[in-house]
Structure formats: C-alpha cells, structure tokens
C-alpha cells in the first residue's frame, strides 16, 4: 500500500492536471493543476464518481461520461489495445464546459479490474497566437521536444528508441505489445525499459509515464 500511495503522490505532483478513480470509479486523486483547469476544488471532486464531476460530452456534444464506461474497460481489461489521447468538453466546477485533452493509463494492481485509472487533461481551448507558426516549426519532430529531467534537475539523454519505448509505456503498451510494434525481441524491449528507468533514476514504469508526460513525450 505504502508503494501505491507514494506513485499515486509522484503523480500528483508531476506538474499536469490529473485526477485518479479507483474500481467503481470513484475520485482518490484530483490535483492541485486539476484544480486550476477545472475550476473545481479537490473537496469537490474526491470521492464521487468521475462521469458525475466531469460531465463530459464529445465534440458533437452527445453525452461520453457515464456508469460502466467502456474506455475505463478498455483502460483496465485490454492491455493489447490502449486508449488513444481523445477530446472532451467537461463542466468546470462554475458550471461552464472547458475543452481538455485526455489520455489514461493504469496502476496495476492484483485484478485488472480494480486496477486505478490516472487522467491526464490538458486544456484543449484553441491558443490565439501573434504569428503563425513557421512550417519550420508545425514540422518539428519529436526529437526536438525539451529534454528530459531527473526530479533532481539532471539533464538524460534518452535514445531515439527509448523515447518511443517511453510513448508506448504511456500509451498502456505491454512487453510484447512494443516488440511486436517495432520488430524487435521482447528481451530487447525489457533492456530498453530498464535503461530508461536507470537514466531517469526511477524504479517504476509508472513513475517514468509521469516523467513523460511532464516533458511533452506524449
């Protein structure tokens, strides 16, 4: 217990908005950067079920939040077939809807079904710019994105290999899952998690999603 309430604190405090629901999808998690993009204090989210705090409907506004979700089913149960970042309109705690981006991934646990399921938001509001980006930029690949750090301030250099093996880790990618992505042995893949967990001094993958998520990888 103490290991799962010390990743679900790193989680917290890995500077995105994230909120946490256990088996019945009930709140454990909302953070303080949850707070500020939902406009809805922790007091008032912990404890109740997510479809009823976020309320959320897809881009034809037809309603996506609701009992028995299937994307917590598929987050939870389906470990081969992972959920894919998608957009939601959620109601902020003054009543009004807010555009986030979502992406979920699982802390294991003993039965994939009362695994718990982290949110990551991001706000999804359109961003008027003075100038339009330079094709330069819009092209940018991800190799370019800002490096990653330990949490005690070190630069790492991951490989370019390693950063995809880092985006699949968040997107809920098994061993075998990622071998079979990129043609490769499932004992090269293992090399390839322990060496990130080494760069990033981390002891968990969960804690290395956080990472990711932190530094734009994914």
């Given at each position: 217990?103490?290991?799962?309430?010390?990743?679900?604190e790193?989680i917290?405090?890995?500077?995105?908005?994230?909120?946490?629901?256990?088996?019945?999808?009930?709140i454990?998690l909302?953070?303080?950067?949850?707070?500020?993009?939902?406009s809805?204090p922790?007091?008032?989210?912990?404890?109740?079920?997510?479809?009823?705090?976020?309320?959320?409907?897809?881009?034809?506004?037809?309603?996506?939040c609701?009992?028995?979700?299937?994307?917590?089913?598929?987050?939870?149960?389906?470990?081969?077939?992972?959920?894919?970042s998608?957009?939601?309109?959620?109601?902020?705690?003054?009543?009004?809807?807010?555009?986030?981006?979502?992406?979920?991934?699982?802390?294991?646990?003993y039965?994939?079904?009362?695994k718990?399921?982290?949110?990551?938001?991001r706000?999804a509001?359109?961003?008027?710019?003075?100038?339009?980006?330079?094709?330069?930029?819009?092209?940018?690949?991800?190799?370019?994105?800002?490096?990653?750090?330990?949490?005690?301030g070190?630069?790492?250099?991951?490989?370019?290999?390693?950063?995809?093996?880092?985006?699949?880790?968040a997107?809920?990618?098994?061993?075998?899952a990622?071998?079979?992505k990129?043609f490769?042995?499932?004992?090269?893949?293992?090399?390839?998690?322990?060496?990130?967990?080494?760069?990033?001094?981390?002891?968990?993958?969960?804690?290395?999603?956080?990472?990711?998520y932190?530094?734009?990888?994914?």
């Amino acid at each position: 217990m103490r290991a799962f309430d010390e990743t679900l604190e790193r989680i917290s405090r890995s500077g995105e908005a994230v909120f946490a629901v256990d088996s019945s999808d009930r709140i454990i998690l909302w953070n303080k950067a949850c707070e500020r993009l939902l406009s809805r204090p922790a007091r008032g989210a912990i404890g109740k079920h997510c479809y009823e705090v976020l309320c959320g409907r897809d881009v034809n506004d037809n309603l996506y939040c609701h009992r028995s979700c299937a994307v917590a089913h598929q987050a939870r149960e389906r470990k081969d077939d992972p959920v894919r970042s998608f957009e939601l309109a959620a109601r902020t705690g003054d009543g009004k809807k807010k555009r986030v981006k979502t992406s979920l991934f699982s802390v294991a646990s003993y039965h994939p079904a009362l695994k718990t399921l982290v949110h990551v938001l991001r706000d999804a509001e359109p961003i008027s710019v003075e100038r339009p980006a330079s094709m330069e930029e819009t092209k940018r690949p991800a190799e370019s994105l800002a490096p990653v750090t330990r949490p005690g301030g070190d630069t790492v250099a991951l490989t370019s290999r390693e950063k995809e093996i880092l985006r699949c880790l968040a997107e809920g990618l098994g061993t075998t899952a990622i071998a079979k992505k990129f043609f490769i042995a499932t004992v090269t893949v293992r090399n390839h998690v322990q060496s990130i967990l080494h760069k990033l001094d981390v002891h968990t993958k969960v804690a290395a999603v956080v990472l990711a998520y932190r530094h734009g990888l994914v």
